[in-house]
């Protein structure tokens, strides 16, 4: 099969994933499924993995390369271990990210993401930047009729982790209240829909691209700003004091010192963006008694909550997409921000 490797970490990304003929995934076990990948989204975090970022986490005894990436995945079941009976050949699934065990305490009380042994595709095994992958049943969610998995693929990711946040700040959030999303990318355009079906409260997105502008207005963004200078006294401004909760899905270049700034007292942070270092005085933590605490991707459940509103057409994925053989483009346009939303790589 085709499948586009990493061989070499380059904290200055100059270094590109090489398309070449590997042997196929074949089932080992019995609870394993081999997925034929009919798409798989293109993530802020493998660009992460090729600058070494997550070399410590997933890669601690410097052995994984030559290695496939792709943690974002869905297509259609290929083959199924003998002891798989929820899905079978040709059914069309998308996949949650991490493959939990459920049997560990984490995963009996539902924490997928908790997992005392779970595995990632595409983060420390291979992944879906392929034609076909391996994952594990308890990972499958059949696709609702009419969808398609090039239309979600994103969402196994991008998607549940941008839900889980606005999940955690519709919590927070009644009508009256003010929601600010930094970034209007491939996580933060899900958020605001999820945002304006959940939650009661007021939203504003905030994004220096025109084009993510315009799309957070089209999704229903009460106010769209810029993000310039005098965005903290902007937002204070409109807010009356400061935003309810924020979710930043940046988290690095200077936002994440920009961020708790936006909060009014006793407001609160949800980090979903990395890679900076927040710096906040004990004064103002305590003074303002805001909160602040991160988010990691989703829970199975959570998937599965996201994906029913994909049916109903309330929550789309607004992406781009390019064929496997292009892979280095999408990598170098993403980087570049030429597309808004998510890429999607189709073998």
Same mark, same amino acid.
């Given at each position: 099969m ?14 590109? #994933?090489?398309?070449e003929?590997v042997?196929?995934?074949?089932? =080992? ?15 802020? =975090?493998d660009l ?8 410590d986490i ?5 052995s ?10 869905a297509?259609w ?9 929820s ?38 095994? %291979? ?9 594990s ?13 090039l ?5 196994a990711?991008?998607?549940? =982790? ?6 955690k ?7 009256g209240s003010?929601t ?11 958020a ?17 691209e025109p ?16 993000g310039?200078p005098?965005?903290?006294e902007q ?9 309810h ?11 994440e ?5 936006? #909060?009014?007292q006793?407001?609160e #942070?949800?980090?979903?963006g ?10 103002d933590?305590?003074?303002?008694e805001?909160?602040i ?5 989703? %829970?199975?459940?959570? #998937? ?7 049916a109903d ?11 496997l ?7 170098d ?15």
């Amino acid at each position: 099969m085709k499948a586009a490797r990493l061989y070499e970490y380059d904290p200055a990304m100059n270094v590109e #994933l090489k398309i070449e003929d590997v042997p196929p995934p074949t089932i =080992t076990a019995p609870n394993e499924v081999v997925v034929k990948v009919g798409a798989a989204g293109l993530c802020r =975090t493998d660009l992460h993995i090729i600058e070494g970022v997550w070399k410590d986490i997933m890669d601690t005894q410097g052995s994984l390369l030559p290695y496939v990436m792709g943690h974002e995945n869905a297509g259609w079941v290929e083959d199924v271990g003998s002891a798989v009976t929820s899905v079978k050949p040709g059914d069309a699934v998308i996949c949650h990210p991490f493959q939990s065990c459920g049997i560990c305490l984490n995963c009996r009380y539902g924490h997928d993401m908790y997992c005392d042994h779970g595995t990632f595709p595409g983060l420390g095994i %291979d992944g879906g930047f392929a034609e076909y992958f391996k994952t594990s049943e308890s990972s499958l969610i059949k696709l609702n009729t009419g969808i398609t998995p090039l239309s979600v693929a994103p969402m196994a990711d991008a998607g549940i =982790t941008a839900y889980r946040a606005a999940k955690k700040a519709a919590r927070l959030s009644y009508p009256g209240s003010w929601t600010v999303l930094l970034g209007i990318g491939g996580l933060g355009h899900i958020a605001l829909q999820c945002l304006k079906h959940i939650s009661g409260g007021r939203v504003i997105a905030v994004d220096r691209e025109p084009a993510a502008q315009k799309l957070a207005k089209d999704l229903g963004a009460d106010v769209v700003l810029d993000g310039g200078p005098d965005l903290i006294e902007q937002v204070k401004d409109i807010t009356g004091g400061g935003a309810h909760v924020v979710i930043d899905f940046v988290g690095e270049l200077g936002v994440e010192n920009i961020c708790w700034k936006l #909060l009014r007292q006793g407001g609160e #942070l949800i980090m979903v963006g990395y890679g900076g270092k927040i710096e906040i005085p004990t004064l103002d933590l305590v003074a303002n008694e805001i909160k602040i605490g991160g988010s990691l991707v989703g %829970d199975y459940i959570e #998937l599965v909550e996201l994906m029913e509103l994909n049916a109903d057409g309330k929550v789309m994925m607004h992406q781009t997409e390019y064929k496997l053989a292009n892979i280095n483009q999408a990598i170098d346009d993403f980087k570049n921000r030429r597309f808004t939303g998510r890429g999607v790589i189709v073998p």
